[in-house]
């Protein structure tokens, strides 16, 4: 009797365990510094027998604007959905419009001894063991900490110049005259007592010029979008970068700046 005590005991335990996660959640597990914003493609990387590529944020953003990638290059805001193929890469296009063995390391090249070296594997990398040139934790070493995410502060390293962004490709980028910069925007926080948020247009344009955010993700009026914490939460509206590749929306007093009076 003692012992069918026991495992009732330990199947209400385990069960309740189980109704307390489903009911309020459980903490999820914060990527490596190395791995937060990292996206795997893989659209035809499976059918085609070979590994999915492992596409590094952490190190294209310290080296290009997002404009750059994802307005002149045409990459999409969701991960998949650009649907890139080899072919493309190859005339020149998204990877290719770089990786051609100029500005960088394209798919295969000669070597001093006329030998064919393919570098397949720097990018189809998922779930092997590939030593990259460019190691994180040394390529930020001495850079300004942050709490989440990639641990780093881009924005001051930027300030500090640690990183210099590339925001023009020639051959790609049309050259056009800047826009104007608006003033910072004041957004009125919903919860009683949190700050309001002070949006700056300046740092913003730095790295995502005016086209990334609008029309597509947000209106280009006044009051045009209308949104809530949970839908950031989400992936939308700032959430399309914040929490996937930008600091993490958990640091609430990078956004909600405003002095409470």
């Known amino acids: 009797m003692r012992g069918i005590f026991w495992l009732l005991l330990i199947a209400l335990l385990f069960c309740g365990a189980v109704v307390s996660a489903e009911t309020f959640g459980v903490k999820k597990t914060a990527p490596k510094p190395d791995q937060y914003g990292n996206v795997v493609m893989n659209n035809l990387s499976d ?9 590094n944020h952490w190190l294209h953003r310290a080296l290009y604007t997002c404009r750059l ?3 002149d290059l045409g990459f999409a805001m969701k991960a998949g959905g650009t649907g890139v193929k080899e072919a493309d890469n190859v005339n020149g296009l998204y990877c290719g419009a770089c990786h051609d063995n100029k500005l960088a390391f394209g798919p295969e090249k000669k070597n001093a001894f006329g030998n ?3 570098y397949c594997d720097r990018c189809h990398s998922l779930g092997k063991k590939v030593t990259f040139v460019k190691d994180f934790f040394a390529f930020t070493k001495g850079f300004p900490p942050a709490r989440f995410g990639n641990k780093v502060d881009w924005l001051l390293a ?10 023009q490709l020639p051959g790609i980028t049309i050259p056009r005259k800047a826009l104007k910069i608006p003033l910072d925007s004041e957004l009125k926080g919903k919860e009683a007592g949190m700050p ?3 949006f700056s247009h300046q740092k913003h344009a730095v790295w995502n010029g005016c086209e990334l955010c609008h029309p597509d993700i947000f209106g280009v009026t006044k009051k045009s979008s209308v949104y809530s914490m949970q839908e950031i939460f989400e992936g939308r509206y700032c959430g399309a970068c914040h929490g996937k590749v930008a600091f993490v929306n958990l640091d609430c007093q ?3 700046t405003k002095a409470v009076f």
Do not use: M, R, S, Y
């Not at 059918?47 to 596409?55: D, L, R, S």
């Open 47 to 55: 059918q085609n027998h070979i590994a999915p590529v492992v596409f």
């Open 69 to 71: 990638c994802h307005v």
């Open 116 to 118: 064919t070296e393919k």
């Open 158 to 167: 930027e300030d500090k110049g640690l990183i210099k962004l590339t925001d």
């Open 196 to 198: 309001d948020i002070i």
């Open 254 to 256: 990078l956004c909600h």
